[in-house]
């Protein structure tokens, strides 16, 4: 009997924290920039999602590049990734650019993502 509700009280305590989290895993991947190219290759992003979301079971790949300062310069979809592996051409940055590879959109007004890999270029 103890064991029962020591095991309903833990699972409780965990729920505001599960709650709060994304529907999508985070930071399971990296990727690089290389100048000479002007290409960023990402390894390690998810193919299939452990839950489904919005009824769908494979891991849409979007793709963000931000300013220095935090401004959207791009974001788009690219897809889904079977090899884990996505390669992304850009204009060459000025100053330094951040990329991202992130997850579908979520929230009210879609701000809220997860990031599976970023790098800077």
Do not use: K
Not at 23 to 38: L, M, Q, W
Not at 44 to 67: C, T
Not at 95 to 118: C, H, K, L, M, P
């Amino acid at each position: 009997m103890r064991r029962i509700i020591l095991t309903a009280l833990i699972g409780l305590a965990l729920t505001p924290a599960a709650a709060m989290a994304g529907p999508y895993p985070g930071e399971v991947g990296t990727c690089t920039f290389d100048p000479a190219t002007n290409v960023i290759h990402a390894t390690g992003l998810p193919y299939i999602l452990e839950h489904p979301v919005y009824g769908n079971d494979l891991a849409v790949i979007n793709f963000r590049r931000e300013d220095s300062a935090g401004s959207v310069l791009d974001e788009y979809v690219l897809g889904y990734a079977p090899s884990g592996e996505m390669d992304v051409a850009v204009s060459a940055p000025v100053g330094v650019e951040g990329y991202e590879f992130i997850s579908q959109t979520w929230g009210n007004d879609g701000s809220q993502y997860s990031t599976y890999a970023r790098c800077t270029s």
